[in-house]
């Protein structure tokens, strides 16, 4: 298994298409940047800000945790390259032909797909600590509303966050394992990125909630998560990671964590299965 991982780190090290995704991934994080100081740092929001502390005492505040979901869970343009990646990653294989070769040398795949899915891991681990790093760093150099406060639910949030993320991308490196086409893992993790299943899971919450007889306010409830009725989407994984905050109570975070582990376990448990079924075909 570790000669697998090691191959595979090889040829990431070597893509052409790993330097690329990672210039075009730069370019995306300063440009989200450049969009947040033009909207935190502007005149007129200063000017509503003083207006909100006439009235309430409070104004607007940027947390170390809200760096995670500006840079991180809302970006779509990062989600959709690492997204991009799994997927070249994990049909790379298939795409050269030489998983003829490699898969012959073991009987068992299951060290094959850990040593690819490690590889992946690795990957993205190296990608989220960058972009979480740049995320806080820049917040605190150029985001004026940024206040160094609220440490503890930063870092719940980058490890809950983080196993949310690996349980994404275990989903495309699923699919894409499972369809051996790298299209079908693209469109997955497209759609993902985009919250296209997101607004289909929160419409199926409130058709849910019309048929419990929910009133018009319920309703609105519903849409903010704060309403009684039972929510299909806190069982989704795309939703609970664009919805996850560092400051949820104790109950939605451990929800969140097992969500996470159960897709990770049940996507990686039947990669491993359905590879073991089938033969190899490139």
């Known amino acids: 298994m570790f000669n697998i991982f ?7 090290s070597k ?19 450049g969009l947040f100081i033009f909207i935190y740092n502007n005149p ?19 947390y170390p945790s809200d760096t995670l979901y500006l840079f991180i869970q809302s970006n779509d343009a990062l989600l959709i390259l690492i997204a991009i990646f799994c997927v070249i990653l994990t049909n790379c294989d298939f795409t050269w032909g030489f998983a003829k070769n490699t898969y012959c040398l073991f009987k068992k795949k299951t060290e094959l797909i850990m040593g690819k899915w490690l590889a992946m891991v690795t990957c993205i681990s190296g990608v989220y600590i960058v972009c979480s790093g740049f995320g ?19 870092i719940l949030g980058f490890f809950v966050g983080y196993l949310c993320l690996i349980s994404l991308c275990t989903m495309v490196f699923f699919i894409t394992s499972l369809l051996k086409s790298p299209a079908a893992g693209m469109i997955m993790g497209i759609l993902i990125a985009t919250g296209i299943f997101v607004t289909g899971e929160r419409l199926v919450d409130l058709l849910i909630a019309r048929i419990g007889g929910a009133s018009a306010k319920e309703m609105t409830e519903v849409m903010a998560g704060t309403a009684s009725y039972f929510r299909i989407s806190d069982f989704c994984l795309d939703n609970v990671f664009v919805s996850y905050k560092g400051s949820m109570g104790a109950g939605d975070q451990i929800r969140t964590v097992i969500v996470s582990l159960v897709y990770l376990a ?3 448990g039947l990669t491993i299965y359905f590879a073991e079924k089938k033969d190899v075909r490139t």
């Open 136 to 154: 806080l760093l820049s917040s605190a150099l150029f985001l004026r509303p940024f206040r160094p406060e609220g440490w503890d639910e930063f």
């Open 6 to 12: 090691r191959m595979h780190m090889y040829r990431v």
């Open 44 to 62: 007129l929001t200063f000017m509503a800000e003083a207006i909100s502390i006439s009235m309430n005492g409070e104004g607007i505040r940027l």
């Open 15 to 33: 893509a052409t298409s790993t330097w690329v995704m990672g210039i075009v991934l730069a370019a995306f994080m300063l440009l989200s940047l």
């Open 266 to 268: 049940l996507a990686l």
